[in-house]
């Protein structure tokens, strides 16, 4: 196997690598655009608007506008760049990783008092553990 | 000459800013964590560094994908502080060392470790949220700063190997500096975390414990851990240990270790800090 798809074999993961750079490259640029407040505030009035001012695909505007932050990394979308996102929106890191797990924000949070999730049967889906 | 006098290792998770700034430090969930780096705010008071030789990734704030630098070294005068998305941090500015930074960039180029050579940028929560952690909120930062900024986002981030060779060679670069100063080297980022898919919330405390204690007495070994079991073993981001790495061959072979920290959660994180000595 080589290192890529070892990378497939980790459970619930994307390594963001330079090919999903190029995949997502104008998504990502979209999203740094959202550091400065009036493009925030641009955004915030017409979301499409906005969105079809990139050259994005249009999977990767439902993503956005869907707020689906896992749909929008298998589009190469990175976290640290879609966190403008969510930072526009006023949301916490752990709000939206909470989003992309399935659980509640209630969930995910009792979770991470708790240690956090578990390193088990989290490490390889082929060899599973 | 210019003195390497320790090492600082510390998580620099956005939340811990965002608890800072908003005054949240005694509350029930942040007090445990700002508890934790009461005996190196003493510590420091008493050391007063001159400068910190601050290794950090930038968070996709003062690059973009347009240029991605896999070593970058700041040579400015001052550094902004970036608005992430929810306006800067209410935190004064940075200010640089240039004539250290420079002698570093040419001494690091001339020992084949080809940096990206940065006049100009805006620093974020990577390089912000450790210095609060340190300093508390003052005025204006007590100290200088050399940042060097590494690519932890994309892969490949450099090797656990080269951060530790490039730290080898920030200690020949600093200890070669005419004037006398005091520069601690600081590694930040960490400790396992995965803050992207259905893993999200992914901690390993076991792997976080182990890596401490070679860090520490074994960093040789520790050097060799490959990207894939970073991933597999820390989550997606927790390979930003390797800039751990960095402070570490700065060091020297041997360090005494003068205080570690862990805590468990700041947000999605496992926050870990250490504060090491050069020698015996």
């Known amino acids: ?129 | 000459m210019a003195r390497i006098t320790a090492g600082v290792a510390t998580s620099h998770v956005p939340a811990i800013g965002a608890a800072l700034d908003l005054g949240k430090f005694d509350s029930d969930y942040w007090k445990p964590l700002f508890d934790g780096y009461d005996w190196s705010k003493q510590w420091i008071a008493n050391e007063k560094p001159d400068v910190i030789f601050l290794v950090y990734n930038d968070h996709a704030s003062a690059f973009s994908l347009a240029v991605l630098p896999t070593f970058a070294i700041g040579c400015a005068e001052r550094y902004d502080i970036a608005d992430e998305g929810f306006g800067p941090r209410p935190v004064p500015e940075v200010i640089g060392h240039p004539d250290l930074a420079c002698h570093i960039a040419e001494s690091l180029i001339l020992d084949e470790f080809d940096m990206t050579i940065i006049n100009e940028m805006t620093v974020d929560h990577g390089l912000t949220v450790p210095l609060s952690l340190m300093y508390g909120q003052p005025d204006a930062w007590p100290v200088k700063v050399v940042p060097l900024a590494v690519n932890v986002v994309e892969y490949p981030q450099p090797t656990g190997n080269r951060c530790f060779e490039l730290g080898k060679a920030i200690r020949r670069a600093i200890r070669s500096y005419p004037e006398d100063l005091n520069v601690q080297v600081w590694g930040t980022g960490g400790m396992s975390h995965q803050l992207q898919g259905p893993r999200a919330g992914f901690i390993n405390s076991a792997f976080d414990h182990q890596f401490f204690d070679q860090l520490v007495n074994d960093p040789d070994t520790l050097k060799k851990v490959p990207h894939l079991e970073y991933l597999r073993e820390s989550g997606s981001e927790g390979i930003e240990m390797i800039m751990w790495l960095i402070m570490r061959g700065a060091l020297g072979k041997k360090v005494k270790e003068l205080y570690r920290f862990y805590h468990v959660p700041a947000s999605n994180t496992a926050v870990g800090h250490l504060v090491l000595k050069p020698g015996k």
């Open chain 1, 1 to 129: 196997m080589n290192e890529h798809e070892e990378f497939d074999d980790i459970p619930g993961t994307t390594v963001f690598t330079t090919q999903r750079s190029r995949q997502g490259f104008h998504l990502n640029q979209f999203c740094m655009s959202l550091m400065k407040a009036e493009n925030r505030e641009r955004f915030k009035a017409d979301e499409r608007v906005y969105l079809d001012e990139w050259p994005m695909t249009e999977a990767q505007k439902l993503a956005v506008l869907a707020r689906d932050y896992n749909a929008a990394i298998g589009e190469g979308g990175n976290i640290y760049f879609l966190a403008k996102i969510f930072a526009t929106d006023g949301k916490s890191f752990q709000e939206a990783a909470a989003s992309m797990t399935g659980m509640t924000t209630d969930e995910y949070a009792a979770m991470m008092l708790a240690g956090g999730r578990s390193p088990e049967g989290q490490r390889s889906i082929r060899d599973g553990y």
